[in-house]
């Protein structure tokens, strides 16, 4: 059974940063791209990074690129999102997803996390 696992969550102040962290278990590490995507109630999931298995060439939205960096420790099996200069439009739930695909798009990802709060106070 597939495991996914975030933590890292809470709440910071504008301007600052976190750290979030997402480990996997019950499918080849390895043989996935990893994928971290972020949702409110007013809007539809949004892909804010994702890494390749050999953590080649990574892509970010135009809304986070420069602020946030995804990196992944195939040995730990633990893909991370480092989020800087924090702006309160980054508060939403944040999610690890394994998909077969490098994609910012949710419909390439087949393993999803329960998800792991993120609120950015002003």
């Known amino acids: 059974q597939v495991q996914v696992a975030e933590s890292g969550g809470g709440l910071v102040q504008a301007g600052g940063s976190l750290l979030l962290s997402c480990t996997v278990s019950g499918l080849n590490f390895n043989d996935h791209a990893m994928g971290w995507f972020r949702q409110t109630p007013e809007k539809e999931r949004e892909g804010v990074g994702c890494?390749?298995?050999?953590?080649?060439?990574?892509w970010y939205p135009a809304s986070v690129k420069g602020r946030f960096t995804i990196s992944r420790d195939n040995s730990r099996n633990t893909v991370y999102l480092l989020m800087k200069s924090l702006k309160p439009e980054d508060t939403a739930m944040y999610y690890c997803a394994a998909g077969r695909a490098l994609s910012l798009a949710e419909q390439w990802y087949q393993d999803w996390g329960q998800g792991t709060q993120v609120t950015v106070s002003s």
């Open positions: 890494i390749p298995w050999d953590s080649g060439n990574t």
